[in-house]
Structure formats: C-alpha cells, structure tokens
C-alpha cells in the first residue's frame, strides 16, 4: 500500500476512530477517569523453581546457543574483543592495556552488575560502566545506548562470565531502587493492564500464543533474539514487553529501566551467564 | 559483509566425507519491510554462496530474501587432495568475501 493509499482510506477510518474513542471514553468515565496503576500482590519464585530461559527453548534453538560456532551472538562478541584490544584513534590506551589482554580481570564482573555508583548516586550497569570507563579513562565520547559497539563490548564482557552465577550484591544505597524494580515488576501497566509477575512469575510454564511463558530472567543477555534477527540488550527486551502489554516504554538505559534490571538480577541470583544466549 | 566463520577439519583421509560450515555476519534485509516512517527498506541482501576446493566449485547456494539475518551454511565434500577451500560470499551488488582454509589429506 503506497502513501496516497493511506490518505484515501482516511475518509472511511474517521467515523469508526470517533465511534472507538467515544467509547473509550465512555469505558473510563464509568470506571471514574484516568485510574492509576495497579499493584498486584507479590509473588516470587523459590529457588528450586528457577529455570533459565534456556530451558523454555526447543532442542533446536538449545543447541544453536550451546555450539559456539553456529550461534551467531558470537559475531558480535568477537568484535567486541576487537574494540576490546585496540588503542583509541586520537591515541591512549585500550581497555586491554588496564583489563588484560583477553579481559582476564573482567571475569566475574558481569555477574555483579547493576550496581549502585556512590559518586553519581545512580545505578550503574555494565553499558553504563563501559561508557563510564570510556569517558573517565580514555577521554572517549559514551557509546548509543544500543549502538554494534556497545552491544558487542557489553557482550565480550559479559562473555567472559559465562557460566558463572549471577550473583548481584545490591548496596544499602541500591534498596530504594531495587523496590522501585519491584513494584515495578507487580504493577499493572498498558491497555492489556498486565504486571510482569503475572507471566513471568504467575503463569511461567503456560502457552501465550504459540509460546511457552519463561520466567523472565535476563541471565542470557545481550542476547540474540530470533524475533529480532540480531543481538539486543535486556533493556530493549524490556521495551518490547512493554509494547507488548501496549504500554508506553521507557526510555533504554533510563533509571526505570535500571531498577528493574536490579531487581531482575536479584531474582535471577545463582543462574549461571549464557552471554550470548539465543531466545525466540 | 565483512564479517565471516568457517570450520573446516585440518585433515582428513582421502575419500572422507568432511563436513563444512560457514557463518557470515548480514542483516538480509528482505526489500519488503517498512521503517517508522511506512518507506520501503531497500533489498539488501547475500545472493550466493559458493565453496571452492582447490578452484573447482563443490557446493553453491543462491540465497533469496527469506533467508535469516546471518545466514549459516552446513554442507558436505570429499577430500580428494590437500589444498586449499575457499568459501565466497557475493552480495547482490556483485561485492564479494572470500574466506580460506588449508586441508592436509592424508
């Protein structure tokens, strides 16, 4: 359908869109106006019943993940390595030259991520550290939230943990945050006025559509997500439950966004990092 | 298209199947997809895979747009001789990459 097309079908949407809206309108009038969001009771998964997404996976998909060949998140942790090791083009030093060579000093690091950054009083996750790093020790511009070479660098690092226990340690400084992730994952949002803990803790395990439910963990991220034909961070994962549920997303890397990632990571304590994981 | 994987074993004996593999790191952007903006993303894609064993074709694939992101690639040769393999990727603009492995066969 080209452009003009859309114009010409404008004249007969209107009045179904007016009709929709009124009703609409209607809908929220007898349900008293703009109602504000919902908290659903707490839930939480013991941990005799924390499974990885890896486990909510077809045998087939298991094994792309598994041979590190065939999966392709490998593209881009290679060249993170890449940008790992090379020097910066108006000079200075790379991160290999304070990290080690292959990042030796970097193993384990990503299992503690988010953490809470006393200088800024804002938590920090590895993106953000990455980003950090570049600004305060190599007098670089932070990478695009996003952007191959963030993806790739966040996804060296955290390679470098792979199979190692989440295992997040948050401050007493993070606890204001970590609640914020909290009530945020049980509230309701977005016109299908669901809260995360309803799928993910609730009904995990359960069909919705043609897939089974996960638990929600972020334990294999980035991650290359078949949907999106290409490596992505927990953060857009983030965005797109949100456009699922059909709620306004927040902005990728903004502190809502962080304190959920805390709060994901305190209830992913002990799965082991698949950095690069393969997800529908 | 800058970006590829082979695996190929460093020897074999004659006459043994081996098994190949090749990765290479494209979006295959499809020419039917829209962007934000309801535009067409022009096609952009990987049309043909080809392996050479010692410069004589044993395996080659034309690809089309419903092919995946990052197409991967398992096939199977003979070792006939030691040599040279090279795997060619060529983009529908006629620009190609060109990975090499050395096979001992014994």
């Not at chain 1, 940008?83 to 290999?96: I, K, M, N, R, V």
């Not at chain 2, 190929?8 to 952007?29: F, K, N, Y």
């Not at chain 2, 392996?51 to 096939?75: G, I, S, T, W």
């Not at chain 2, 199977?76 to 001992?104: C, K, N, P, V």
């Amino acid at each position: 359908m080209t452009v003009t097309d859309h114009w010409r079908a404008i004249p007969v949407c209107l009045p179904v869109c007016l009709l929709v809206a009124a009703a609409l309108c209607l809908v929220s009038c007898q349900r008293g106006g703009t109602k504000s969001p919902e908290r659903v009771p707490r839930t939480e998964l013991s941990a005799d019943e924390r499974q990885s997404g890896f486990a909510f996976l077809t045998r087939d998909t298991q094994r792309l993940q598994t041979d590190a060949f065939e999966n392709p998140g490998y593209l881009w942790v290679e060249t993170g390595r890449a940008l790992f090791s090379e020097a910066p083009e108006q000079g200075g030093e790379s991160c290999a030259s304070c990290h080690g060579a292959d990042g030796d000093g970097l193993v384990g690091a990503a299992t503690q991520y988010p953490l809470w950054h006393e200088g800024r009083g804002t938590l920090i996750n590895l993106e953000g550290r990455i980003n950090q790093c570049r600004q305060e020790h190599q007098a670089l511009e932070p990478l695009a939230y996003e952007s191959e070479n963030l993806l790739s660098l966040t996804a060296f690092v955290t390679n470098l943990s792979l199979g190692l226990p989440m295992s997040v340690d948050p401050s007493p400084l993070a606890m204001d945050a970590l609640a914020r992730g909290e009530t945020y994952f049980h509230t309701r949002r977005g016109q299908l006025d669901l809260a995360c803990s309803q799928c993910h803790t609730e009904r995990w395990g359960m069909q919705l559509r043609g897939d089974t439910i996960s638990q929600g963990h972020g334990n294999g991220f980035p991650t290359y997500r078949l949907a999106w034909q290409t490596l992505g961070s927990l953060h857009r994962r983030f965005r797109d439950c949100d456009l699922g549920v059909r709620a306004e997303p927040y902005p990728l890397g903004s502190d809502t966004y962080l304190a959920l990632e805390l709060y994901l990571a305190t209830r992913a304590e002990t799965l082991p990092v698949e950095t690069p994981a393969i997800r529908r | 298209m800058d970006q590829a994987r082979i695996s190929v074993p460093s020897t074999a004996t004659a006459g043994e199947v081996i098994e190949l593999r090749a990765l290479v790191r494209h979006p295959m952007e499809t020419g039917f997809r829209g962007d934000s903006r309801g535009r067409l993303v022009p096609r952009d894609i990987v049309s043909r895979f080809e392996c050479l064993y010692n410069d004589e074709v044993v395996f080659r694939a034309d690809l089309f747009p419903a092919v995946a992101a990052n197409p991967f690639l398992r096939f199977f040769t003979r070792a006939t001789e030691t040599g040279t393999l090279e795997f060619r990727w060529t983009h529908q603009d006629g620009e190609t990459l060109s990975e090499f492995a050395e096979i001992t066969v014994t």
